[in-house]
């Protein structure tokens, strides 16, 4: 019996539970529920936690160990021989016993009987029910098949019967304990509270698994590359990805300048129009006018960035290119183009694009936020409100519109999918910005798509990649949530 | 009374206006003003021309030229030594194209036996129409000597040549279509045999390495699935998180650790996501490589912090006046909340909720990382199958290097586009029509 259909019989325990001791409540202060401590929905719902908690966490723990403990008996009932064997080919010879189990499960009595008369058919009938085995198959292989599928069978069915006997407990304590004077809600209740510190701390958890993944995985990285050379090689080139080969280069700088030269251009792009934008409609423009551009400004935002990096491969860099390969012609007669279709300039232009109404919603807000005392005060001293906005607002906002560039900075160097498609994949280390360079992002995509080796450093490369990028995005984050807070702060 | 007239030129040539700079300073605002202007116009001309260029090219994709034509299920081409009762191989391996060339060639009036102009019939119908005629053959075995119209698609360039969008005033040899080709082509949409079509094939068909039967299918049901799970996570976990959080939670280091940490998750890049969910649930846990289950989980923790973030706003809103209320009538902390101030806050909830999950459905970086970037026929029964994600079967669209992947790539970011205005507005009525002032 599969764990979904043992769940599903549970959650059934429960519901019945559910509505069994709800009734009961009622029964024993015959139908004057005014007795009770709590409402009758409360002792059914107590039930229903009972029956359902204790038996779903039996179920997922036992499930785990149960097919652990499984593994170990088959393994150690394997021949001698190939128990001495070194530990990866143990596993390969577990493998195809275990695909050899899944096998027969799914082979018709007919084709059974083929293969049990004749072992070497097993591999080519295995492999028509889409299960390639590695290795011709043996007799031994066979017999602890059969052992691995009768062991596994038993476990599970064991399992079942303890967890469903552990709900029909959990909902018959449950039962016993009705009376008018038992606290039940207070108990569902408490129940509850932890379930929601449970969730809270979901948050947390994903941070330690942020953290905790990218260090480990760092860290065999750097059992294999010495940090010295990551951090400060100026050389990308990780040739290929097999296992155990270290020929290849791994250094940071060329990926973490492309990184910082594509933010930058679009940056450069991205923050005067946002922000005279954002002047504009927090000074001049009407209600109606902010109504309807702000809004829209904001769909920018809200296009995935992956229909950006189309645009940029199809539209803007032949664009570019084009257009920079008409302007040589017609100065130099010469029609050369001198701008790349994949360039930093094609990246950080549509990343300015998106990155517009970040700094433009972002920077309103700031500006919205200054006392209006200050800006009427300029006002009525005779200044006109470009000048109030420049000497008054902006000076007092500034502060807050630093930590709002700081915040739209960090999206720019963590965005991917615009750059992937637009900024090419050459580890160039130069200064044009007409030519292609790469990023952090590109290269963690770029070394962990296709097909994946996890010891090689080809792959653990990205891990390294990918800590860089949250550390310097954190540090970019933590420093401006702490400037916009101490500003918001200084005039609440 | 004629002298006391005021005379503004006499007045001023009297004593002339200390010139402060008013003209100057007139000139900076309107400059300064301009500037805002040119700024908003210049975002929003963004907006269009990103708009406009992804509709213009893209729109083409819900349209497919197909051909429709008589095809006579000749015995000489698919079983020329009369051998299928005995060997089942026959049909299968039969050289189906070649009677779809003939069928064409006989509404054009190309004799079958002139070997170049049939030569110039190559490449004009689909590849798909061997597999076509097969299932037909073999479905029903009875039909071979018999004539039937059937429809085909047209080949990845005669569709693009007959939208229009191969220029055909350049070389010959540049471009994929000859000018006999052109002449056929031309020939067909006369007869009424070479038509556009609507396309449905667009929206249902799986992952193909030809254009015109690549299609959109697996990877919406891939985001379906994968939205179906962020949502069935992360809404619930968000909400309890946030009712802690806002209305239990003790002021103390702790709970500010949580907040500060939830504000910073908002901000990290999603491809960290992808390194998580590839190092934890797929090498740790030992999930299934791009299955639409590991999509799921992943994308709900990215989606985790916009919804504690929109629900904690929302709870707020509630006023205290309603929970004091509630108190005061008897009811315990934990009704007040799940009786009151919850549904009072649902609307807000809910709008955060599908704004979260409009973001996650356009999230590609992450969904790159585990492995749903892989070329999948058949349609996932079960999200622990592999499948692929709408803006994924974008990127994988946009890396193809055959022209007519552009239309489809084009059409493929008009269904996400439309997908996510669905969203955006439903988020948006909510508000409307749910919200409250206090």
């Known amino acids: 019996m599969g764990s979904a259909s043992v769940f599903l019989i549970i959650v059934v325990i ?16 015959n139908g004057d529920v005014r007795k009770l401590h709590s409402r009758p929905s409360y002792f059914g719902a107590h039930a229903a936690i009972w029956a359902i908690l204790p038996a779903t966490l039996f179920l997922i723990v036992a499930t785990n160990v149960g097919s652990n403990f499984v593994e170990r008996s088959v393994r150690a009932s394997l021949p001698a021989e190939h128990l001495v064997k070194p530990q990866n080919e143990q596993d390969i010879i577990y493998g195809m016993v275990r695909s050899i189990a899944t096998g027969f499960d799914r082979l018709s009595t007919e084709e059974r009987a083929v293969v049990d008369g004749d072992i070497t058919k097993l591999k080519s009938v295995l492999g028509s029910k889409g299960l390639p085995l590695a290795q011709d198959p043996q007799p031994f292989m066979v017999d602890a098949a059969k052992h691995l599928t009768s062991a596994t069978t038993t476990s599970h069915w064991i399992i079942a019967v303890a967890s469903i006997l552990i709900a029909l407990g959990g909902a018959y304590f449950s039962y016993t304990r009705v009376s008018p004077t038992f606290r039940a809600r207070n108990n569902v209740e408490r129940f509850m509270l932890w379930a929601l510190i ?20 760092t860290m065999r990285f750097f059992g294999q590359v010495s940090p010295v050379n990551f951090f400060f090689g100026t050389v990308w080139d990780p040739r290929f990805s097999t296992s155990g080969s270290t020929s290849g280069q791994f250094g940071l700088i060329p990926l973490l300048l492309g990184t910082m030269y594509i933010a930058l251009v679009a940056m450069l792009i991205a923050v005067p129009i946002g922000l005279f934008a954002a002047i504009y409609m927090a000074e001049y423009a009407s209600r109606q006018i902010r109504s309807v551009v702000k809004p829209l400004l904001e769909i920018l935002a809200g296009i995935p960035t992956i229909v950006y990096g189309f645009f940029a491969l199809v539209t803007i860099g032949p664009f ?23 360039s930093v300039l094609t990246a950080g232009f549509v990343m300015s694009i998106r990155l517009i109404p970040f700094v433009s919603s972002l920077s309103d807000d700031i500006i919205t936020a200054v006392p209006r005392a200050m800006r009427d005060g300029s006002l009525g001293l005779g200044a006109t409100r470009s000048e109030t906005m420049k000497r008054v607002i902006l000076p007092a906002a500034l502060p807050g519109i630093m930590g709002a560039l700081l915040l739209t900075g960090s999206r720019a160097i963590g ?23 790469t990023t952090i992002t590109v290269k963690i995509v770029n070394q962990l798509t296709g097909d994946l080796e996890f010891n090689s450093p080809q792959t653990l490369v990205a891990f390294a990649l990918g800590i860089t990028l949250f550390v310097l995005t954190l540090i970019m984050n933590v420093y401006a949530l702490y400037i916009v807070r101490k500003y918001r702060e200084q005039y609440e | 009374m004629t002298d006391a007239v005021f005379n503004p030129a006499a007045s001023s040539a009297a004593a002339p206006l200390r010139d402060i700079g008013i003209k100057r300073r007139r000139a900076a605002e309107k400059r300064f003003r301009a500037y805002g202007v040119a700024a908003i116009i210049i975002g929003l001309s963004f907006l269009v021309l990103l708009l406009v260029s992804i509709t213009s090219k893209g729109y083409t994709a ?33 050289n189906y194209p070649n009677l ?23 490449g004009f119908v689909s590849d798909g129409v061997r597999a076509q005629l097969r299932d037909m053959v073999l479905a029903n075995p009875d039909i071979i000597g018999k004539t039937v119209p059937v429809t ?18 350049s070389a010959e040899a540049n471009r994929k279509v000859s000018d006999s080709q052109v002449e056929i082509m031309n020939k067909l949409s006369e007869a009424g045999v070479l038509r556009e079509h609507f396309n449905p094939a667009f929206f249902i068909s799986g992952a193909s390495s030809r254009p015109e039967a690549a299609g959109l299918g697996v990877a919406i049901l891939g985001s379906i699935y994968t939205m179906l799970i962020v949502l069935a996570l992360a809404l619930p976990i968000g909400v309890c998180a946030s009712i802690y959080l806002e209305e239990f939670a003790p002021k103390n280091r702790w709970t500010d650790l949580i907040e500060v940490n939830i504000n910073n998750l908002a901000a990290v890049p999603s491809i960290v996501y992808g390194l998580l969910g590839l190092s934890i649930f797929i090498n740790f846990m030992g999930m299934p490589r791009s299955a639409s289950i590991v999509g ?53 909830i809910l709008t955060g909720t599908i704004i979260g999950l409009a973001n996650a459905l356009g999230e590609t970086a992450p969904l790159l990382l585990i492995g749903m970037v892989a070329f999948v026929v058949d349609y996932p029964t079960t999200p622990f199958e592999p499948a692929t994600a709408l803006p994924v079967q974008i990127y994988m669209w946009a890396n193809e290097a055959e022209r007519a992947f552009v239309e489809r790539t084009s059409g493929a970011i008009i269904v996400l586009l439309i997908f996510l205005i669905i969203m955006n507005f439903a988020a948006i009525l909510l508000r409307r029509r749910f919200e409250r002032r206090w």
């Open chain 2, 152 to 169: 085909f698609l047209a080949s990845a360039n005669i569709d693009s040549a007959y939208k229009g969008q191969i220029d055909l005033t």
């Open chain 2, 100 to 122: 779809a060339r003939d069928a064409v060639a006989k509404v054009v009036g190309i004799d079958p036996k002139d070997r170049p102009a049939i030569a110039r019939l190559k």
């Open chain 1, 198 to 217: 449970l969730s809270s701390t979901i948050a947390i958890l994903t941070t330690f698994g942020i953290v905790g993944s990218l260090i480990t995985e």
């Open chain 2, 62 to 94: 819900f349209f497919q030229t197909k051909i429709t034509v008589p095809v006579e299920f000749s015995e000489k081409i698919i079983d020329p030594t009369n051998k299928r009762a005995t060997d089942p191989k026959v049909l299968i391996t039969a």
């Open chain 1, 14 to 29: 429960s519901l019945v539970a559910y509505y069994l001791t709800r009734s009961r409540s009622v029964a024993v202060v």
């Open chain 1, 320 to 342: 570019f290119r084009d257009f920079s390969a008409g302007l040589w012609g017609a100065l130099s007669g010469n029609y050369t183009n001198f701008i790349e279709a994949q």
């Open chain 2, 296 to 348: 799921g989980f992943v994308l709900a923790l990215m989606t985790l912090p916009t919804i504690i973030i929109a629900t904690r706003a929302a709870l707020k809103a509630v006023p205290p006046s309603i929970r004091a209320a509630a108190l005061g009538l008897g009811a315990s902390k934990m009704q007040t909340v799940s009786h009151h101030v919850l549904p009072l806050a649902m609307p807000g």
């Open chain 1, 415 to 437: 965005e991917t999918m615009i750059v992937v498609l637009a900024a090419g994949v050459a580890a160039n280390l130069q200064f044009s910005p007409f030519e292609p360079m």
